[in-house]
């Protein structure tokens, strides 16, 4: 299995396919660990794989291969501190460092991977530093210090931690999935509700037993959304790649369905999706979708855990006499209908309107008015 994915250890999409496959056949993977990964995949303690440090985005091989050659000549890294002043400074570039600390290649020196990302700039300054002034044969800012300086004696300042959804799509931007969780593992009960889930379609003990035309009910986070046309009219339809605590399955919205639903279909969204399962011979079933609605493990509540959506407020700030702006704010008021209220406060006189459209509360929406207007001209109260 090691080799299997080493084989493919720079083809994303294979990779987190055949990740998937191991972990659903009940054998570990172990997340990087800058102490014990080596640069591909290896087997650790006879039934688990140790996800290889040479796998993660934007980090080159010979990199790598040099951080591990400095580990094995003078043992294992103490601190994030002395893991910078040891290794070349090659290995200190921003992509390279970022990708680590998402992955969670430090999480066992002593400082968690919000508090690094915040201060990892000022570590490295500081560390290059003093290599500057050692190969130049001034004093050294850690001249006085011994071998075995802890992370204790250059503690890092306080910082709140990343929630467990920012944890997990981080890790899932660097190495393809997720690691130290699932996004969906809260909703398992309402999962567990449904009639059916990837597991059926992957044959074996788990098979389900279901057939072509089957109605199923299933939920999941939406992975990847392809927009596609129709040949015999050229409408709008869409191919979601959605993924369960066992899999992935491909779910396909006609035109009728896809303008329904449209709002819906941004990556990470989680989902319950009704359908009919569709099966040909020698193909991979699909879903053909009816219905999407937002999952909820929690009715009466909105995922950040705040109230629920009819009772907030989207309130924006600009001048609406700009027409470009204003048009561009619209049209993204317009792709996401919901129950939210809208108000604008127009700087050119200082007037206070209220949209007609109504939109639903996500990350999405609050980015791409962001863009347009600032972030700071938006608020949801």
Known sequence: MASVLN??????????????????RGTPILPPDINKSGVLFQVENENSIRFGLGALKNVGIAVIESILAERKEKGEFRSFQDFCKRVDSTALNKRCLESLILAGAFDNLGAHRAQLMAHYPAVVNLVLGEKKMTDSGQLSLFGFMTETVQESDLPLPPTAPYDQQTKLQCEKDVTGLYLSGHPLQKFKDALGQFNFDSRALQGGEED?????????IFGGIIVEVKRVKTKTTGADMAILTVEDLY????????????ERNRHLLEPNAILQIKGKLSIRDGESGIILADQLSLLSNEPNETPSGQASQTHQTLYLKYNVADEEMHGKVTGILDAYKGDIEVVVRNTANGNALKFDAKIRSCIAILNELGAVIGAENLKIV
């Open 7 to 24: 084989n493919r250890v720079h083809k994303w999409d294979d990779l987190t396919y055949y990740i998937l496959s191991v972990q659903d």
């Open 208 to 216: 389900n037993g279901l057939q072509n035309n089957a109605p199923v």
């Open 247 to 258: 899999g992935r399955i491909e779910v396909m919205l006609f035109p009728a369905v896809f």
